[in-house]
């Protein structure tokens, strides 16, 4: 069983920067998948960015050139440092991890809030 536990977050202004972090318990694998997701307000949830060790990132387009997903292999933490946030950025960001060791498995962190303002 793992658990991902999430910090950051926040009231930021446009413009501004911010990074959220989640620390994952137990072991992560080199082909495990890690990355947040966001939901905006009224909106269904969708990917923010990805990380492993074998591909290396992905990003969607709305944020690439301003966010930054790294990760931690020692600490079991996976970053996500945001740059030049706007209000459409505002949304509950959740960390994710995708794991297939010894099994598919899927876990997901608590979420927290992030709202820029204008």
């Known amino acids: 069983q793992v658990q991902l536990v999430e910090s950051g977050g926040g009231l930021v202004q446009a413009g501004g920067s911010q990074r959220l972090s989640c620390a994952a318990s137990?072991?992560?694998?080199?082909?495990?998948?890690m990355g947040w997701y966001r939901q905006p307000p009224g909106k269904q949830r969708e990917l923010v960015a990805t990380i492993t060790s074998r591909v290396g990132t992905n990003y969607a387009d709305s944020v690439k050139g301003r966010f930054t997903i790294s990760k931690d292999n020692a600490k079991n933490t996976v970053y996500l440092q945001m740059n030049s946030l706007k209000p459409e950025d505002t949304a509950v960001y959740s960390c994710?991890?995708?794991?297939?060791?010894?099994?598919?498995?899927?876990?997901w962190g608590q979420g927290t809030q992030v709202t820029v303002s204008s």
């Open positions: 994710h991890l995708l794991t297939f060791t010894p099994w598919q498995r899927t876990y």
């Open positions: 137990g072991s992560i694998f080199s082909n495990d998948v």
